[in-house]
């Protein structure tokens, strides 16, 4: 079983991250694959990251994110992580990332990001 739910808020999929680590293998490939499939989708390209249970990630798991989060914006949508603990906040942080995926406190204010954004079908 994958570690992630799927749901949406109106034109935005949120991926909901259930497992406590994404870790390097097969079941980070095909998450991967999936997600990027599920956004190819959307009507919206809208893709938050809820990652509020997770404790750690393997670094190719970043890459995993930063690829959806290009995906959305090559389509003209949009990706935000939310709910980081606060030693993920730092990967971020020391990586980069944090400079060009929006990171939100809540699953609410990364939606309300998305849904406010310009271009896609609300």
Do not use: W
């Amino acid at each position: 079983m994958l570690p992630y739910k799927l749901h949406t808020v109106g034109n935005v999929i949120v991926v909901e991250i259930t497992g406590l680590g994404l870790m390097e293998g097969p079941e980070l490939d095909l998450m991967a694959q999936r997600l990027q499939e599920e956004l190819m989708r959307s009507k919206g390209k809208r893709m938050v990251l809820d990652c509020r249970r997770l404790k750690f990630m393997a670094s190719v798991a970043l890459s995993v994110i930063v690829t959806l989060s290009h995906l959305a914006d090559q389509h003209k949508g949009g990706f935000v992580v939310c709910g980081l603990q606060a030693q993920l906040i730092q990967i971020f942080r020391v990586s980069g990332i944090d400079r060009y995926i929006p990171i939100c406190g809540t699953c609410e204010e990364a939606v309300a990001k998305l849904a406010g954004q310009a271009g896609g079908t609300p």
